[in-house]
Each structure stands twice: as C-alpha cells, then as structure tokens.
C-alpha cells in the first residue's frame, strides 16, 4: 500500500489553534441546539396534527400569490383539462 500524495496545501496546513477549536467547537454546539429545536418544533406540529403544513411548498406558493394570478392559474388549468372532458362527436 502506497502513501497518500500530499500536495503542498496540505503539507503547509498545521492545524488549528486551541482558539480556533473552542470556536469551532461552539459553532458545532449551536447548530446541534437549533437543530434540536427545530426537530421539537416538526415533533409538536406532527403531535397536533399540522402536518408542516407552515412550511410546506404549497402554503408559501398560495401566500406569494394574488387573487389576479389565481384567476390566470385557473384559466390556463381549465385550458389544459377541458379537452378531456368535453364530449366525442361522431
């Protein structure tokens, strides 16, 4: 087995300072709290029976629009689907 090729980056790198690794190490602390909080916050919805619905790709689709682009929506829906529905003449 051959040893890995260091290249010169690696060479010169000589690590962390003891400051450097206390901050790293509360950075990785506070984003395990957030994400504990955020996994409590999914866990309540799911308990209440909010299925994420707050966050979901839908619901923020149906906040950003107006009643205008409703209305465009439907329209451009109802001209794709009605030719499925309208009646065969012989």
């Known amino acids: ?18 400051e450097q690794l206390v901050y790293e190490r509360a950075v990785a602390l506070a984003r395990i709290e957030v994400e504990k909080e955020v ?9 209440q029976g909010n299925f994420g619905m707050a966050s979901g790709l839908f ?14 929506l439907l329209m451009q829906l109802y001209r794709h689907l009605s030719p499925l529905f309208k009646k065969k003449k012989k």
């Not at 890995?4 to 003891?18: C, D, L, P, V």
């Not at 996994?39 to 308990?47: E, M, N």
């Not at 619901?59 to 465009?72: E, F, K, P, Q």
């Open 39 to 47: 996994t409590a916050i999914s866990y309540d919805r799911v308990k």
């Open 59 to 72: 619901t923020r689709l149906m906040g950003a629009l107006n009643y205008a682009d409703y209305i465009v």
């Open 1 to 18: 087995m051959t040893p890995a090729k260091q290249t010169k980056a690696s060479r010169e790198w000589k690590g962390y300072t003891f």
